[in-house]
């Protein structure tokens, strides 16, 4: 079937009103505060476990900075276990001075990771400290990982 020109031209303006009228996105409610996230020293970051068999895990973490950063990273991993998701203890913590990986120096990005062999069949979370830091300042950051 073919369309002319100026069939193809209204129905363009037609799908172009019906979108204008009809807002695909729902605003926040007028009372909430919208806090921002922002940073003069973190661009962005993530955080992780990966579970590697028999009770193995791995803690990533991605800490981007808003560019090249005298210190980037993660300062500390407190890694928490539980028999039934529900009550948890903390297990282990990781520090940066006693683990050298967990933070780079004069760099823009650092990825990395911490090791814990725990129990098979348990659960863990990790509350993850994130780090960016120039000229003496810096900006810290929490996030909760989780297995993935």
């Known amino acids: 079937m073919k369309y002319t020109k100026s069939v193809l031209c209204?129905?363009?303006v037609f799908c172009l009103v019906v979108a204008l009228a009809f807002p695909t996105s729902v605003s926040a409610a007028?009372?909430?505060?919208?806090?921002?996230?922002?940073s003069y020293y973190l661009d962005g970051y993530?955080?992780?476990?990966?579970?590697?068999?028999?009770?193995e895990m791995q803690i990533w973490f991605d800490v981007m900075g808003t560019g090249y950063m005298d210190e980037i990273?993660?300062?500390?991993?407190?890694?928490?276990e539980s028999t039934n998701n529900v009550t948890?203890?903390?297990?282990?913590?990781?520090?940066y001075e006693e683990n050298p990986g967990m933070?780079?120096?004069n760099?823009?990005?650092?990825?990395?990771?911490?090791?814990y062999q725990g129990i098979a069949g348990r659960y863990y979370k990790a509350y993850v400290c994130i780090w960016a830091g120039k000229d003496g300042k810096g900006d810290t950051r929490y996030k909760w990982a989780t297995m993935v």
Not at 89 to 95: G, H, P
Not at 107 to 115: L, M
């Open 103 to 105: 933070l780079a120096y």
């Open 46 to 55: 993530n955080a992780y476990i990966c579970d590697m068999g028999r009770g």
């Open 88 to 95: 948890w203890t903390r297990v282990k913590t990781f520090l």
């Open 30 to 38: 007028k009372n909430e505060e919208v806090i921002p996230f922002a």
């Open 107 to 115: 760099d823009y990005q650092h990825v990395s990771h911490v090791t």
């Open 10 to 12: 209204k129905l363009i």
């Open 73 to 80: 990273g993660v300062l500390s991993i407190q890694l928490y």
